[in-house]
Protein backbone atom coordinates (compact mmCIF):
# COMPACT_ATOMS: atom_id res chain seq x y z
CA UNK A 1 0.00 0.00 0.00
CA UNK A 2 1.51 3.69 -0.73
CA UNK A 3 1.39 6.16 1.94
CA UNK A 4 1.43 8.85 0.08
CA UNK A 5 0.38 9.40 -2.99
CA UNK A 6 0.14 12.96 -5.29
CA UNK A 7 -1.94 12.98 -8.45
CA UNK A 8 -1.05 15.49 -11.05
CA UNK A 9 -0.59 18.49 -8.74
CA UNK A 10 -0.21 21.99 -10.57
CA UNK A 11 0.82 24.54 -7.96
CA UNK A 12 1.72 28.27 -8.54
CA UNK A 13 2.91 31.48 -7.36
CA UNK A 14 0.47 34.27 -8.47
CA UNK A 15 0.82 33.72 -11.88
CA UNK A 16 3.97 31.87 -12.10
CA UNK A 17 3.24 27.81 -12.51
CA UNK A 18 6.15 25.81 -9.90
CA UNK A 19 5.15 22.74 -10.21
CA UNK A 20 3.23 21.03 -13.53
CA UNK A 21 1.26 17.63 -13.06
CA UNK A 22 3.37 16.35 -10.61
CA UNK A 23 2.41 12.64 -9.32
CA UNK A 24 4.96 11.24 -6.63
CA UNK A 25 4.03 7.69 -4.57
CA UNK A 26 6.07 6.73 -1.26
CA UNK A 27 4.96 3.32 0.24
CA UNK A 28 4.62 2.24 3.17
CA UNK A 29 7.97 2.11 5.24
CA UNK A 30 9.85 3.39 1.84
CA UNK A 31 12.56 5.82 1.57
CA UNK A 32 11.73 7.27 -1.30
CA UNK A 33 14.42 10.32 -3.55
CA UNK A 34 13.16 13.19 -5.18
CA UNK A 35 16.61 14.98 -6.57
CA UNK A 36 16.46 18.37 -8.95
CA UNK A 37 19.01 21.21 -8.76
CA UNK A 38 18.51 24.37 -6.93
CA UNK A 39 15.27 26.33 -8.28
CA UNK A 40 13.56 22.75 -10.00
CA UNK A 41 10.61 22.98 -7.01
CA UNK A 42 11.36 20.21 -4.84
CA UNK A 43 10.79 22.30 -1.47
CA UNK A 44 7.49 23.59 -3.78
CA UNK A 45 6.57 19.87 -3.90
CA UNK A 46 7.42 19.27 0.10
CA UNK A 47 5.35 22.24 1.27
CA UNK A 48 2.49 20.93 -1.47
CA UNK A 49 2.65 17.95 0.53
CA UNK A 50 2.39 19.57 3.67
CA UNK A 51 -0.61 21.34 2.81
CA UNK A 52 1.62 24.97 2.99
CA UNK A 53 0.96 25.54 -0.25
CA UNK A 54 -2.05 25.24 -1.99
CA UNK A 55 -3.18 22.67 -4.87
CA UNK A 56 -4.61 24.34 -7.76
CA UNK A 57 -5.51 21.04 -9.09
CA UNK A 58 -4.74 17.74 -8.46
CA UNK A 59 -4.95 14.89 -5.49
CA UNK A 60 -3.57 13.99 -2.27
CA UNK A 61 -4.16 11.12 -1.03
CA UNK A 62 -2.19 9.61 2.78
CA UNK A 63 -2.97 6.08 3.42
CA UNK A 64 -5.53 5.29 0.87
CA UNK A 65 -7.66 8.48 1.84
CA UNK A 66 -8.31 11.36 -0.36
CA UNK A 67 -6.70 14.50 1.79
CA UNK A 68 -6.77 17.15 -1.06
CA UNK A 69 -8.47 19.51 0.95
CA UNK A 70 -7.00 18.97 4.51
CA UNK A 71 -4.81 21.21 6.41
CA UNK A 72 -1.57 21.13 7.31
CA UNK A 73 -2.46 21.01 10.82
CA UNK A 74 -4.85 17.87 9.70
CA UNK A 75 -1.91 16.33 7.55
CA UNK A 76 0.79 16.62 10.69
CA UNK A 77 -1.81 14.84 13.20
CA UNK A 78 -2.52 12.47 10.57
CA UNK A 79 1.02 11.62 10.85
CA UNK A 80 3.53 13.59 8.11
CA UNK A 81 6.21 15.48 9.59
CA UNK A 82 8.27 18.15 7.46
CA UNK A 83 11.95 19.08 8.18
CA UNK A 84 12.24 22.26 6.01
CA UNK A 85 15.85 23.11 4.62
CA UNK A 86 15.92 26.30 6.93
CA UNK A 87 15.65 23.43 9.79
CA UNK A 88 13.72 26.37 12.00
CA UNK A 89 15.72 25.99 15.47
CA UNK A 90 14.70 28.12 18.27
CA UNK A 91 18.23 30.51 18.43
CA UNK A 92 17.28 31.22 22.09
CA UNK A 93 16.05 27.82 23.55
CA UNK A 94 18.42 24.73 24.88
CA UNK A 95 18.17 21.60 22.74
CA UNK A 96 16.24 19.81 25.13
CA UNK A 97 14.07 22.92 25.18
CA UNK A 98 13.29 22.88 20.88
CA UNK A 99 12.71 18.72 21.62
CA UNK A 100 9.94 19.40 24.17
CA UNK A 101 8.20 21.78 22.67
CA UNK A 102 8.06 18.92 19.82
CA UNK A 103 6.41 16.37 22.23
CA UNK A 104 2.80 18.84 22.17
CA UNK A 105 1.67 17.58 19.45
CA UNK A 106 1.09 14.08 21.06
CA UNK A 107 0.34 11.79 18.61
CA UNK A 108 1.27 8.15 20.37
CA UNK A 109 3.78 6.59 18.86
CA UNK A 110 7.51 4.71 19.56
CA UNK A 111 9.38 8.04 19.89
CA UNK A 112 10.23 9.93 22.74
CA UNK A 113 12.91 12.24 24.07
CA UNK A 114 15.11 9.30 25.33
CA UNK A 115 15.10 7.48 21.92
CA UNK A 116 15.83 10.94 20.25
CA UNK A 117 18.80 11.03 22.53
CA UNK A 118 19.63 7.37 21.69
CA UNK A 119 19.32 8.09 17.94
CA UNK A 120 21.45 11.10 18.22
CA UNK A 121 24.37 10.97 21.23
CA UNK A 122 25.70 13.99 20.32
CA UNK A 123 22.06 15.95 21.01
CA UNK A 124 22.41 14.51 24.56
CA UNK A 125 25.68 16.26 25.37
CA UNK A 126 24.39 19.38 23.65
CA UNK A 127 20.86 19.23 26.00
CA UNK A 128 21.89 22.25 27.52
CA UNK A 129 23.31 24.47 24.80
CA UNK A 130 21.03 27.26 22.63
CA UNK A 131 20.19 26.49 19.60
CA UNK A 132 22.23 29.47 18.02
CA UNK A 133 25.44 27.55 19.13
CA UNK A 134 24.75 24.49 17.25
CA UNK A 135 26.52 23.23 14.36
CA UNK A 136 24.92 22.77 11.17
CA UNK A 137 25.05 18.81 11.98
CA UNK A 138 23.93 18.99 15.14
CA UNK A 139 21.34 21.70 13.54
CA UNK A 140 20.14 19.19 11.22
CA UNK A 141 20.16 16.18 13.73
CA UNK A 142 17.60 18.39 16.42
CA UNK A 143 15.39 19.63 13.28
CA UNK A 144 15.39 15.74 12.89
CA UNK A 145 14.65 14.75 16.24
CA UNK A 146 11.71 17.05 16.88
CA UNK A 147 9.85 15.64 13.59
CA UNK A 148 10.22 12.41 15.00
CA UNK A 149 8.67 13.20 18.14
CA UNK A 150 5.94 14.05 16.53
CA UNK A 151 5.89 10.24 15.43
CA UNK A 152 5.48 10.88 12.16
CA UNK A 153 4.52 8.08 9.63
CA UNK A 154 6.08 9.56 6.77
CA UNK A 155 9.35 12.41 7.00
CA UNK A 156 9.91 14.77 4.48
CA UNK A 157 12.93 16.11 4.59
CA UNK A 158 14.75 18.93 2.45
CA UNK A 159 17.93 18.44 2.00
CA UNK A 160 19.05 17.27 5.45
CA UNK A 161 22.96 16.83 4.00
CA UNK A 162 23.67 19.69 2.56
CA UNK A 163 26.62 22.03 3.44
CA UNK A 164 28.07 18.97 5.97
CA UNK A 165 30.86 17.60 6.53
CA UNK A 166 31.49 14.06 5.32
CA UNK A 167 31.46 12.01 8.55
CA UNK A 168 28.35 14.07 9.24
CA UNK A 169 26.52 12.88 6.43
CA UNK A 170 27.32 9.76 7.37
CA UNK A 171 25.68 9.78 10.99
CA UNK A 172 22.37 11.24 9.13
CA UNK A 173 22.44 8.63 6.88
CA UNK A 174 22.69 5.69 9.82
CA UNK A 175 20.32 8.10 11.26
CA UNK A 176 18.07 7.49 8.81
CA UNK A 177 18.26 3.83 8.46
CA UNK A 178 17.32 3.62 12.12
CA UNK A 179 14.54 5.91 11.57
CA UNK A 180 13.19 3.77 8.35
CA UNK A 181 13.65 0.61 9.86
CA UNK A 182 11.21 2.00 12.72
CA UNK A 183 8.88 1.61 10.10
CA UNK A 184 8.61 5.58 9.01
CA UNK A 185 8.72 6.14 5.55
CA UNK A 186 10.90 8.92 4.40
CA UNK A 187 10.85 11.03 1.39
CA UNK A 188 14.39 12.29 1.02
CA UNK A 189 14.97 15.50 -1.12
CA UNK A 190 18.76 16.19 -2.36
CA UNK A 191 20.33 18.26 -4.83
CA UNK A 192 22.53 15.13 -6.30
CA UNK A 193 22.69 11.55 -5.96
CA UNK A 194 25.08 10.53 -3.56
CA UNK A 195 22.97 10.48 -0.63
CA UNK A 196 19.60 9.28 -2.49
CA UNK A 197 21.94 6.46 -4.34
CA UNK A 198 23.06 5.15 -0.77
CA UNK A 199 19.05 5.12 0.68
CA UNK A 200 16.66 5.15 -1.79
CA UNK A 201 15.43 1.89 -3.88
CA UNK A 202 13.41 4.42 -6.11
CA UNK A 203 13.84 7.92 -7.19
CA UNK A 204 12.66 10.88 -8.99
CA UNK A 205 13.48 13.46 -10.82
CA UNK A 206 12.57 16.86 -11.09
CA UNK A 207 13.52 20.02 -13.54
CA UNK A 208 11.56 22.81 -14.19
CA UNK A 209 8.38 21.51 -12.14
CA UNK A 210 8.31 18.50 -14.40
CA UNK A 211 9.00 15.15 -12.98
CA UNK A 212 11.33 14.32 -15.93
CA UNK A 213 12.35 10.41 -14.36
CA UNK A 214 11.22 7.84 -11.99
CA UNK A 215 12.69 4.51 -11.54
CA UNK A 216 14.35 2.13 -9.57
CA UNK A 217 17.69 3.26 -8.49
CA UNK A 218 19.06 -0.05 -10.02
CA UNK A 219 17.37 1.07 -13.22
CA UNK A 220 19.03 4.66 -12.60
CA UNK A 221 22.66 3.44 -12.22
CA UNK A 222 22.64 1.37 -15.31
CA UNK A 223 21.74 4.78 -17.62
CA UNK A 224 23.09 7.33 -14.71
CA UNK A 225 24.53 10.02 -17.16
CA UNK A 226 21.56 9.31 -19.24
CA UNK A 227 19.15 10.33 -16.68
CA UNK A 228 21.41 12.63 -15.13
CA UNK A 229 21.29 14.53 -17.83
CA UNK A 230 17.52 15.29 -17.94
CA UNK A 231 17.66 17.14 -15.02
CA UNK A 232 21.10 18.95 -15.91
CA UNK A 233 23.09 18.08 -12.60
N1 LIG B 1 7.50 31.91 -2.18
C1 LIG B 1 7.77 31.94 -3.48
N2 LIG B 1 7.26 32.90 -4.29
C2 LIG B 1 7.51 32.92 -5.60
N3 LIG B 1 8.28 32.02 -6.24
C3 LIG B 1 8.84 31.05 -5.51
C4 LIG B 1 8.61 30.96 -4.09
N4 LIG B 1 9.28 29.87 -3.63
C5 LIG B 1 9.89 29.32 -4.70
N5 LIG B 1 9.64 30.02 -5.83
C6 LIG B 1 10.11 29.69 -7.19
O1 LIG B 1 9.63 28.40 -7.51
C7 LIG B 1 10.63 27.64 -8.18
C8 LIG B 1 10.93 26.38 -7.39
O2 LIG B 1 11.52 26.74 -6.15
P1 LIG B 1 11.85 25.68 -5.03
O3 LIG B 1 10.72 24.75 -4.88
O4 LIG B 1 12.29 26.43 -3.83
O5 LIG B 1 13.08 24.91 -5.68
P2 LIG B 1 14.12 23.87 -5.01
O6 LIG B 1 13.65 23.55 -3.64
O7 LIG B 1 14.13 22.71 -5.93
O8 LIG B 1 15.44 24.57 -5.01
C9 LIG B 1 11.82 28.57 -8.34
O9 LIG B 1 11.75 29.16 -9.60
C10 LIG B 1 11.62 29.58 -7.25
O10 LIG B 1 12.20 30.81 -7.59
MG1 LIG C 1 14.61 23.81 -1.84
Redesign the pocket.
Known amino acids: MSILEMQNCNVF??K?Q?LHDVSIIVGDGEIVSLI??????????LKAIMGLNPIKSGTRKFEGRDVTNATTEMLGRSGIAFVP?DRRIFATLSVDENLRIATVMGRKGPWNLERVYNLFPRLKERMNSRGDTLSGGEQQMLAVGRGLLTNPKLLLL?EPTEGLAPLVVADLIKAMELINAEGVAILL?EQNLKVPLKLAKRQYL?DN?HIRWSGKTDELLAEREKIEALISL
Not at 36 to 45: F, I, M, P, V
Open positions: YGAAGRNGAGKSTLEDVIG
